[in-house]
């Protein structure tokens, strides 16, 4: 079941009874992360902002265009939304919404504080709302450990880490602290779990695979987060969290095999904000050390994370259209 819900294409039968899969939300999150690096680089490099900021205008573009479909879509089917958010698959993707929206308030107070301000705060508090009443929904006792994927992490360790970000980026120290406590503390709670299952348990259906590129975000957000916290100066808990970061990082290439063997799905996209969390922290270290053609380097990074983004979203709008075209010979044909 939870494979058929993230994978299957849609068709003019489930245009109408379903809702549109949560994991597409992961496509704003993911242009929001790849905006993050291009200000990360761009401030290293001494390039200018309106170049970042582009990207930051076509990740909200994004942001809002994905709440817009879900909407439509939502109106159209008699599916309740309860369905999705208490489905063990989908649930925990809905926090990728308020995700990147902390991410989109924190620069947005680059150019408007006010703004930017307010949007942080409110994306934190749906995050934090979210996060108590998914954490009281599994303790019910239902929730089978085969159900567990690299998605548990986002209702409560990744909200809480990238919060911290967001909050420390708008001035926000006590709530920054206060929130990369609690991100941690569940990133520790979830791996224990999400471990189990994937030592003890069948391996996970081919749709969710995408979503263990996820455990490489923790420690890469937290890293950031940290040096955000302390304001800029590196210290043995940034380079701990740093150490932790290129362990996975190690742990996903010898994934690469396994990726590499899944057909196309939007499920990619759970590839995407990961990638650019370490790249924009990869960047962020060149810039401290600076060695020996460490331009080059960041240059490099920049383009293969922006490579990789631009490929999936070309592919998924590929993908898109096909469907799209098939569903209007199918209803063409029905009408006939």
């Not at 548990?152 to 920054?176: K, N, R």
């Not at 990369?180 to 348990?201: D, P």
């Not at 940034?238 to 290439?253: D, I, P, S």
């Not at 924009?280 to 050390?289: F, K, N």
């Amino acid at each position: 079941m939870p494979a058929q819900l993230l994978s299957a294409p849609v068709t003019p039968a489930a245009t109408v009874r379903m809702r549109v899969p949560l994991n597409t939300l992961a496509i704003p999150l993911g242009l929001a992360g790849l905006a993050q690096v291009w200000s990360v680089a761009t401030s290293a490099l001494g390039l200018p902002v309106e170049v970042g900021q582009a990207f930051w205008l076509i990740a909200a573009v994004a942001w809002i265009w994905t709440i817009t479909v879900h909407l439509h879509r939502g109106r159209r089917t008699a599916q309740p939304l309860t369905h999705q958010l208490t489905h063990f698959a989908q649930g925990p993707l809905a926090a990728l919404l308020p995700i990147a929206a902390m991410l989109l308030g924190a620069a947005l107070h680059r150019t408007v504080p006010i703004a930017g301000t307010v949007l942080t705060l409110i994306s934190l508090a749906a995050a934090a709302a979210f996060a108590a009443w998914i954490l009281s929904f599994w303790m019910r006792g239902e929730m089978p450990l085969e159900s567990v994927h690299g998605g548990y992490y986002l209702p409560i360790s990744a909200a809480g880490l990238v919060g911290a970000l967001a909050a420390a980026e708008t001035g926000l120290d006590w709530l920054a602290v206060g929130s990369f406590a609690v991100g941690i503390f569940f990133w520790l709670m979830i791996s224990v779990f999400f471990f189990l299952r994937l030592a003890l348990h069948p391996t996970l259906p081919e749709p969710l695979v995408p979503t263990l590129a996820i455990m490489i975000a923790p420690p890469a957000v937290a890293s950031a987060a940290w040096l955000a916290i302390s304001g800029g100066q590196p210290n043995h808990v940034f380079e701990g969290l740093t150490a932790m970061t290129a362990f996975m990082v190690l742990t996903q290439v010898m994934l690469l095999p396994r990726y590499l063997a899944l057909p196309f799905s939007l499920g990619f996209w759970s590839f995407t904000f990961p990638a650019a969390s370490v790249a924009a922290l990869a960047i962020t270290w060149l810039h401290m050390v600076q060695p020996l053609g460490w331009q080059a380097t960041t240059v490099g990074v920049l383009a293969a994370v922006t490579l990789l983004v631009v490929c999936i979203a070309t592919k998924s709008i590929l993908v898109l259209s096909a469907t799209t075209r098939a569903a209007r010979r199918s209803r063409h044909l029905v009408a006939r």
